[in-house]
C-alpha cells in the first residue's frame, strides 16, 4: 500500500494548507492564498493525487510529489531548527518527537523516513495500520510515554532534595506515630491498589500522611506514586512548623516562669539575709541554682533560634514550590476568542479552560435560531469525540464552511491546548481570516 492511500487520512485541514503551500498546490480557479476556503476533502484528494502522480518520478514536478521528495523537504526545514534529532538512537528518537508539541504526525513521519529510513520501512506496516484505524500515528512502536502530563510533570519540575524515609520515619518517631505508621504500613501490604486508594482517601490528617509515607517508600518500583511526594513535604513542613511554634511557645513559657522563679529566690534570699546571716550557704546554693538554670536557659535560647532558621528555610522552599505552580499556570493564556465545544470535558481541562468549553447543544442552538453573529467572531475548537455521527458531522461542517465559521478538530486534550497555544500566541482573525 502506497503512502497516498493512507497518509492524506491523518491530515487535518491546517496540515493539508501548508503542505499545499510548501508544494505549489492548488485547485483550477482559486489561488493558493484562497485554498483555505475550499472544504477539507478537497484538499485532501489535491494532496492524494499528487502523491499518486509521484509514484516513479524522481523529481517534484507541478501537481506530483514523490514520497522521497515529500518527505525529505519537510524532514529537512525541521532538521535544520533540530539538528540533536539527528545524534539520537531510535528510541530516544522516538521520545523526542513526543515532546516536540509543534512537530504535527506528518512532519514525525518525514523525520523517521529522514533519520531512521530501514527503521521506517520495517514499521511501515503498522503504522499504516495506526493510520487506517485513526491511532496515534506511532503507537505500538518503540518507546511510548503511558501519559503525556507525568512526563511533562517530571521534565518541569526541579529537584525538590525531598527528606529522605529515615527522615521521615524520624520524625513520625518523635512525633510518637511509629506504632500507628508500622500498622498502616502492614495493612497496606496486604490490599490491592484499588483497595489501598480507597483505604488511604479514607483517612485524616496525621494518619493520611503515614499511609502517604508508606506508599511511597513500599512502593519504589511504581513511579506514579512520585506524585505524592509534594503533597507529603508540604504536610511535613506544615506539621514542623506547627510543632517548632508550640516548642517556641512552651520555651517562653518556661523562661516567664523561671524569671518568676528565680526573682521569687532572689527576693527570699534577700529576706533570708536580712533576718539570717547563717543563710548565707543555702544562698551560695541557691546562686549556684541561678548558674545553672541561666546555662540552660542559653542553650533553650539557642535552640530556639534553630527552629527559627529552620522555619525560615521552610517558608523559603514553600515560597519556590508556588512560584513553580504560577509558572505552570501561565503556560496556559487566557484567550477569550476560543470557544471549546465538547460533550464530555476532562476534570483538569475544566479547571483550565473553565470560561472556554460550551456543550455541542449550546452550538446546535445557536445553528437552529440563526443566531452565530457571536460565534463567528471567534474559533471553535471542536471534540470529535463529542460527534460520533458521521452525517451529523458533515453537515455541521458545511454549516460552518457555509457561513465562514473558522474551527478546528481535536482528538485528544494534547492537541486541543495545542491548538489553544498557537490562536493565543498568533492571533486566529488575523491568520485565517475569511
Known amino acids: 500500500m502506497h503512502e497516498f492511500e493512507w497518509l492524506p487520512g491523518i491530515l487535518s485541514k491546517a496540515d493539508l494548507l501548508q503542505i499545499c503551500h510548501i508544494f505549489n498546490l492548488t485547485i483550477d480557479g482559486f489561488r493558493k492564498e484562497k485554498l483555505f476556503s475550499r472544504p477539507e476533502e478537497q484538499l485532501r484528494r489535491l494532496v492524494s493525487e499528487a502523491l499518486r502522480r509521484g509514484i516513479g518520478e524522481k523529481k517534484e514536478s507541478k501537481g506530483k510529489i514523490p514520497i522521497h521528495e515529500f518527505y525529505t523537504q519537510i524532514a529537512d526545514g525541521i532538521l535544520k531548527e533540530n539538528p540533536e534529532l539527528k545524534n539520537t538512537d531510535i528510541m530516544e528518537f522516538l521520545f523526542q518527537l513526543e515532546y516536540k508539541l509543534n512537530v504535527r504526525p506528518y512532519q514525525k513521519l518525514a523525520l523517521l523516513y529522514q533519520v531512521f529510513n530501514n527503521f521506517y520501512n520495517n514499521q511501515l506496516e503498522l503504522i499504516q495500520k495506526n493510520a487506517i484505524e485513526k491511532q496515534e500515528i506511532f503507537h505500538g512502536i518503540g518507546y511510548r510515554s503511558e501519559n503525556f502530563f507525568d512526563r511533562t510533570i517530571q521534565i518541569l519540575k526541579i529537584d525538590d532534595s525531598y527528606p529522605s524515609l529515615e527522615e521521615y520515619e524520624a520524625f513520625i518517631e518523635d512525633c510518637g506515630y511509629r506504632e500507628k505508621y508500622e500498622q498502616i504500613k502492614s495493612n497496606i501490604k496486604g490490599m490491592d491498589e484499588r483497595t489501598i486508594f480507597a483505604f488511604v482517601v479514607n483517612l485524616q490528617n496525621f494518619e493520611r500522611f503515614l499511609a502517604q509515607v508508606a506508599l511511597i517508600y513500599s512502593y519504589t518500583d511504581d513511579s506514579r506514586f512520585d506524585q505524592l511526594q509534594s503533597s507529603i513535604y508540604r504536610y511535613f513542613v506544615k506539621e514542623k512548623e506547627s510543632q517548632s511554634l508550640e516548642a517556641l511557645h512552651q520555651l517562653q513559657h518556661q523562661v516567664k516562669k523561671a524569671n518568676d522563679e528565680i526573682e521569687s529566690l532572689k527576693k527570699r534570699l534577700d529576706v533570708e539575709v536580712a533576718n539570717r546571716s547563717s543563710l548565707i550557704e543555702q544562698m ?46 501561565e503556560l496556559i493564556p487566557v484567550n477569550n476568542q476560543a470557544i471549546i465545544i465538547t460533550d464530555v470535558p476532562d476534570t483538569r481541562i475544566k479547571k483550565v479552560f473553565t470560561k472556554n468549553i460550551f456543550s455541542k447543544s449550546y452550538l446546535y442552538n445557536a445553528k437552529r435560531k440563526g443566531d452565530i453573529s457571536h460565534i463567528k467572531e471567534k474559533a471553535l475548537l471542536i471534540d470529535r469525540l463529542s460527534f460520533t455521527n458521521t452525517r451529523e458531522w458533515v453537515e455541521l461542517r458545511n454549516f460552518f464552511i457555509e457561513n465562514g465559521i473558522y474551527y478546528e478538530e481535536y482528538s485528544d486534550y494534547i492537541e486541543l491546548i495545542n491548538h489553544y497555544i498557537r490562536l493565543s500566541n498568533n492571533g486566529y482573525v488575523e491568520e485565517f481570516e475569511v
Open 284 to 329: 551560695e546554693e541557691l546562686l549556684g541554682n541561678f548558674g545553672k538554670m541561666k546555662n540552660e536557659l542559653n542553650a533553650k535560647e539557642n535552640h530556639i533560634k534553630g527552629l527559627e532558621k529552620q522555619c525560615s528555610i521552610n517558608k523559603n522552599r514553600l515560597s519556590e514550590l508556588e512560584k513553580i505552580k504560577e509558572i505552570f499556570e
